[in-house]
């Protein structure tokens, strides 16, 4: 016991502290990433519902292209905490410069298909001709600012990677700071500065147009390469990175460089997009059940998504403990830290699964007065407390797994479980039932899917962390 209690405290609690360290930062800059589109739904939603409709869609077409973009350039942070590990600094410099060229190709391509291929999709989606077109000029203006987010979630990736993970949450929150005023001028115009200011602004000021959807795209797009000129201008100026001095002397691009990016990070993008799209999917097969279950659905995702954010920076952390430890060469300490963070995302679930228990109530009235859909909000919740554990666990356990740059099996492991059985058999439930034992559950059976599907994720790949771990 005596000896148990020393490695706990020579070990455990201490890598515990450095692992809730690093995540802590990680956890607000996505939260002040995900205010931004908050802000611009609330800020459209107060113009008019066509902005609102226009910008509603538009997100649900740019945010996963982002995503994926996002996931594969975060194969850069196990790439780096491996090299700073290993005490490579030489090697970390062309690495960056490798995924900032990735970066700057996948922000193209991005812009180039919001530019180009919306208004098909809208046709096929038969969007309203006034939304689609309102929504084609939001997305034009978001496709200028896609290079620039890409290139921040470059550096941030090799930021996190250096064990430095404060900078992406006051870079974001700067970002969030230039959206929100951007957006009131943009959106509104004159008259809504006039509203907010009084009339002793200027009159030249005071005749500037509403630009709706179209002005918040622009407001998106200026947030997204402030973020990006600010990370840049932090990596050459910052302490921390003057022995990589990324900045001093550009690496031409090079196979072997973006090969071992695309190896690592291509996956960890499919990943992020398949979770994506399961959420996506499911939206739009209960949105037949009627707007009293697509309402409660929606508030109990917004309430669960939020506090994910938790143990997901904990996996983005996860990443960075096991690469640097295993850049060392020190297998067995990657090991403990591997499992230490994976004890600490249960205890987190128990916590996630409280809060969401004592303070769903009171968070769902925030939301709603309509009773109806306030009692089937809480009753999703119900099983949304169940699948605490299971999505903390499959989340880190995949974080660790990255640190080891073995992210194929996790991307392989999350198709199955989230698309065949998750959302395969949530829809299978919801709609068909089992037979004549069991009547179709509708939304909740869609939510049991869910946890099914997750379990499966976490199993699988607590398999797979435990193969590996011990083979290295």
Sequence with gaps: ??????????????????????????????LAQAGMGVVDVMMTGRHNATSLAAVSVGSSLWMPLMLFMTGTLMGLTPIVAHLLGGQRHTAIRPAVHQALWVALLLGIVAAILLRTAIMPIFELMNVPQAVSRESAAYLSAVAFGMPGIALFQALRAFSDGMNHTRPALWISLVGLAVNIPANYVLIYGGDGLVDLLGTWIPESVQQLPALGAFGCGVATALSMWTMALA????TRKGSTYKSVAIWQRL??????????????????????FVEVTLFTFIAL???????????????????????FMLPLSLSMALTVRVGNTLGQQNFALARTVAWNGIVVSVILAAVNSLLLWITAETVIALYTSNSEIQALALSIIALAVIFQLSDSLQVNLAGALRGYKDTRIVMIITVLSYWIVGLGGGHWLGSKGVGDMVAPLGVHGYWIGLIIGLSVAALLLAWRLQRISRWR
Excluded: D
């Excluded at 148990?4 to 070990?11: E, G, H, L, N």
């Excluded at 990016?261 to 993008?269: D, H, K």
């Excluded at 097969?285 to 669960?304: D, K, N, R």
């Design 285 to 307: 097969f209960i949105a037949s059940f009627g707007e009293i279950t697509v309402g409660a659905h929606q508030i109990a995702l917004s309430f669960t998504t939020i506090l």
């Design 251 to 272: 690496t031409l691009p090079q196979w072997k460089g973006i090969q071992e990016l695309v190896v690592v990070g291509v996956p960890i993008g499919v990943a992020i």
């Design 1 to 30: 016991m005596g000896g148990f209690t020393q490695q706990v405290k020579s070990v455990y609690w201490p890598e515990t502290r450095m692992l809730v360290h690093l995540a802590l930062p990680i956890c607000g800059a996505q």
């Design 231 to 234: 990370m840049a201008y932090y």
